[in-house]
């Protein structure tokens, strides 16, 4: 490889490493507890809670429905969702005059339609992911996110471009210990980088992917969903919508052998203004996290359709889990937890080799 263009890679490493180490930094150390969110939230937040009729008979998803409904006089359901391992519905509503973002949440207690024990995430990790996700900025946080990752990858790119002319000196994996202190670590910085760099590429690669989670969204509602309104002229009235059991039943029937996850009202965020869309996913540890919505008319109750979700939102339903190690049980997730205590070192590390650099006298 030429002088100048190994200067130019290096020029490229330097400064797209830099730009976004304190970032990376900050991503790698909140990551690092998130990994292991459920498995925290189960020791800090586990309450022994027993449904008030635990061998009564459940009540259907109208009553659910009204009982919420009961306590937010006025507003409309959004949305509504299934705890896994107790038999509580959990219903979102907003007022319908309610600024974006703002909405009512009730945990029903399927037993007897009273109100359920609210199981929350801990306010520590609720922190650190708001920090992870968007740095409490909202949208504009997480596509500044998505930028700091693609500096990643280009830092890895030429890392990787730059190590193999270094490569040919030495035998792989060398650390030259007897060296000054900037040498040995530099060993170490590339030794890691190596080491590490499919891992890193993938976690960075999807984390650049969930930034675009918002737009991603917003381009399915108003391109797949939108076509399926052709038909209609105006959304159902909310006072004579058919029967919601009833539609998720038939939703059922579409898509057999797969797990009920949550229903979408018409007008909320994952639906249309004319559909219950019931949302469905697998049962393996990779198809549990890609959703299929079955659209139900909320006039008739009759299937509209079974909208399979295209290639780019698979791919952020893929991405999530893959970020966090969440789709191959604890022993992954220590696995994920390791490589991120390396790539902390490796960016400390890079941070050391500059500064060290610019204090070495000339």
Avoid at 125 to 137: A, R
Avoid at 192 to 204: E, H, Q, S
Wanted: hydrophobic content about 50%; overall charge neutral; charged content about 15%.
């Amino acid at each position: 490889m030429k002088a100048r263009t190994i200067r130019a890679w290096s020029w490229v490493h330097k400064w797209s490493s830099l730009i976004s180490t304190v970032f990376l930094l900050m991503l790698c150390v909140t990551g690092l507890p998130l990994v292991f969110t459920h498995e925290l939230d189960e020791v800090l937040l586990h309450e022994p809670w027993q449904p008030r009729n635990p061998d009564g008979p459940l009540l259907n998803l109208d009553q659910v429905l009204s009982a919420a409904l009961a306590l937010h006089p006025g507003e409309v359901p959004a949305f509504m969702s299934f705890d896994e391992d107790r038999p509580v519905v959990n219903v979102t509503s907003r007022a319908p005059d309610a600024p974006a973002g703002q909405y009512s949440f009730e945990p029903i207690d399927q037993t007897s339609g009273q109100v359920a024990p609210l199981v929350a995430g801990h306010p520590v990790m609720e922190f650190l992911l708001q920090l992870h996700t968007d740095m409490f900025l909202g949208l504009p946080g997480m596509l500044f996110l998505g930028v700091m990752g693609l500096m990643l990858v280009a830092a890895l790119v030429s890392g990787v471009v730059l190590y193999a002319p270094f490569m040919r000196r030495l035998p792989f994996g060398t650390v030259r210990a007897s060296k000054a202190a900037r040498t040995r670590w530099l060993d170490y910085h590339n030794l890691l980088g190596v080491v590490t760099l499919a891992w890193v590429l993938v976690v960075g690669a999807t984390g650049v992917v969930n930034t675009l989670a918002t737009p991603i969204i917003a381009f399915w509602k108003d391109t797949a969903l939108k076509e399926l309104t052709v038909a209609y002229d105006a959304p159902a009235p909310a006072g004579r919508r058919a029967s919601l059991d009833a539609a998720v039943e038939r939703a059922r029937a579409a898509l057999p052998g797969m797990t009920l996850q949550f229903v979408a009202f018409p007008g909320s965020t994952y639906s249309t203004d004319h559909h219950y869309a019931v949302f469905f996913h697998g049962d393996t540890p990779l198809t549990k996290h890609m959703t299929t919505p079955a659209l139900i008319d909320a006039r008739t109750g009759e299937l509209a359709a079974v909208a399979s979700m295209p290639w780019y939102v698979r791919t952020l339903s893929l991405s999530q889990p893959l970020h966090f190690g969440d789709y191959g049980g604890l022993g992954l997730k220590i696995v994920w937890a390791l490589l991120d205590i390396a790539t902390i070192v490796i960016l400390i590390s890079g941070l050391y080799l500059w500064l060290a650099k610019r204090r070495k006298p000339s």
